[in-house]
């Protein structure tokens, strides 16, 4: 493969991302703590979120990104620049309408609808947070542009904006307001302030590529963009036309993805109120309160090591897989795929493991402060390791979707999930009496994990000349690694555990120590049956080094 161009300037600021967010929910935990109101805040958050996901860095993206490297291969910078004009136009008025609507139907809601005092929050603050769902979708498709002429660093720290507005905006709530609603509501209002502050970098740093979107464009009263650019117009006309075609089934897809994380969250949060629970057939689906905030949190964790490695090594790879599927290249496409599976493994692997057993210690060290007890930071963790368990789920799938997407695939993806989440539903209505609020990410990463087979075995099928065995050389040495890794550092940690005292102090150890002496333990083990992963991280490991892919 080479060398991944940005992919160390991406995987830091997405650490620092990651870093920051972290900062932000456990200010929002210590300040709130584990009850109605956090759990309001962070399912609304939910619903411009999983817009980001779709029309952002999700559906967008996948339809986008391609037609725009092939156009600025096959025509130039012009011509690029005028196809972001047309789609960004076309999705800027689609989003306009999408919020309008939104809006006026929780106002409506709020309005002539009787609502309980929970109920009436979590409708405001999604009327609140709400416009942030346009501007962060803009932000994906900016992003997208960027990623697409080679320019990662800006999409990376656009996430950071966000937080250091929701950091500071948080601390300042706290010092100047005192009744936990209005606190609330005033960092509601801040999400969408950094939202504007992410588009507004976004949109400065394309400029300079000559890519920008103009007044004109935005209301629709211009020619289509390729065409000024010199095109053909009814070519111009069907190459924006393609990217909204090629968005449909990628937004039906990822939709049913995404919503099972909506649906998770508002069963979370319908299954502790009161109204609900008067039926005796659900009271064995009864979860605790502040059930949607752990389950939120448990998220974030797991996002950690997946954003900080596997979504930065996606963001590189997917414009690669996009310049060899266009171009025909299917030895080259083969070799990035399984390169890029093989890095995820070796890092995917170790992280699940570490999640799991290090859930309850990070939990703590995290989010146990001011309102957030230890009953609080128990749900959190035990929602932490059901969810780290799939890190290297997460991870592959991400990967093989973009392949197929960026041989303008946007079906089968769609297909799987569809799978997925049909599985999720059945799997949530079973586990739930069984495991209780566990059951929520279990089923999740089961169905993924269901989802990711069916996925990978098509690709490989489809696009792959060397097989997937290729793979196995890296899966045995992450076992065996892994399997070392977690029977030092649980023994670290139960050594720590059994002197430890309570206290901010007394944390620290608990997850630092075990943490560096399992890094040790799988980097020791996996050097010594003989993977380099500084020589990985630039070539894959075949089974037989000098096995070139077949035709």
Not at 57 to 69: K, N, S, Y
Not at 88 to 96: E, K, V, W
Not at 120 to 148: F, H, R, S
Request: a positive charge.
């Amino acid at each position: 493969m080479g060398k991944l161009r940005g992919f160390g300037a991406v995987s830091l600021l997405t650490l620092v991302s990651r870093i920051t967010g972290l900062g932000r929910d456990s200010l929002m935990a210590g300040l709130f703590g584990s009850g109605w109101v956090l759990d309001a805040f962070f399912v609304a958050f939910r619903i411009p979120n999983l817009f980001r996901r779709l029309f952002g860095d999700g559906a967008m993206t996948a339809a986008f990104l391609p037609e725009f490297v092939r156009t600025e291969q096959e025509s130039g910078r012009a011509a690029s620049a005028a196809l972001f004009r047309d789609v960004a136009g076309r999705l800027f008025r689609i989003l306009l309408a999408l919020t309008v609507v939104c809006e006026l139907s929780v106002a409506t809601l709020l309005i002539f609808t009787p609502l309980s005092e929970r109920n009436q929050l979590l409708c405001e603050l999604t009327l609140i947070m709400t416009p942030y769902l346009l501007l962060i979708c803009m932000t994906g498709l900016y992003g997208a542009a960027l990623n697409g002429v080679r320019h990662f660093v800006v999409p990376a720290f656009a996430p950071v904006l966000l937080n250091v507005v929701w950091l500071a905006g948080g601390l300042a709530a706290v010092a100047v307001v005192s009744d936990d609603l209005v606190r609330v509501r005033l960092i509601a209002l801040l999400v969408v302030v950094g939202g504007v502050a992410q588009l507004s970098v976004s949109a400065y740093s394309l400029r300079r590529f000559s890519i920008s979107l103009r007044g004109r464009d935005v209301v629709g009263v211009t020619q289509s963009g390729i065409q000024a650019a010199g095109e053909n117009p009814t070519v111009a006309r069907d190459t924006t036309d393609r990217v909204f075609r090629r968005m449909v089934p990628v937004l039906f897809g990822l939709s049913v993805t995404q919503i099972t994380g909506l649906t998770d969250s508002v069963l979370a949060w319908v299954l502790v109120a009161p109204e609900f629970m008067q039926f005796e057939w659900l009271d064995r689906f009864r979860l605790q309160e502040g059930t949607a905030a752990a389950l939120y949190l448990g998220q974030r964790l797991f996002q950690f090591p997946m954003g900080v490695f596997a979504v930065a090594l996606g963001t590189v790879l997917f414009p690669r897989f996009a310049a060899h599927a266009q171009s025909g290249r299917r030895d080259e496409l083969s070799r990035d795929v399984l390169h890029g599976l093989q890095l995820v493994l070796i890092v995917g692997i170790p992280a699940s493991v570490g999640l799991w057993f290090l859930a309850d210690p990070i939990s703590r060290l995290l989010f146990e402060y001011g309102r957030f007890d230890s009953q609080s930071a128990a749900l959190t963790g035990l929602m932490i390791s059901g969810y780290g368990c799939g890190v290297w789920v997460f991870s592959g799938l991400l990967i093989v979707n973009r392949v197929f997407y960026a041989a303008n695939d946007q079906t089968t993806p769609m297909r799987q999930g569809i799978i997925c989440v049909g599985m999720n539903l059945i799997l949530d209505i079973v586990l739930l009496p069984i495991l209780g609020e566990l059951a929520l990410p279990v089923a999740t990463v089961i169905s993924n994990g269901i989802q990711l087979a069916l996925t990978l075995e098509l690709a490989a099928t489809r696009f792959l000349t060397k097989s997937i065995s290729a793979l196995i050389p890296v899966v045995w040495r992450t076992v065996i690694a892994s399997a070392l890794m977690y029977s030092v550092g649980q023994w670290t940690l139960s050594l720590l555990a059994a002197k430890a005292e309570d206290g901010f102090a007394a944390r620290i150890p608990l997850v630092l120590v075990p943490i560096a002496v399992s890094v040790v333990a799988y980097s020791s083990c996996v050097t010594l049956t003989g993977l380099s992963l500084r020589r990985l991280m630039h070539e894959p490991l075949w089974i037989n080094q000098s096995e070139l892919p077949r035709n």
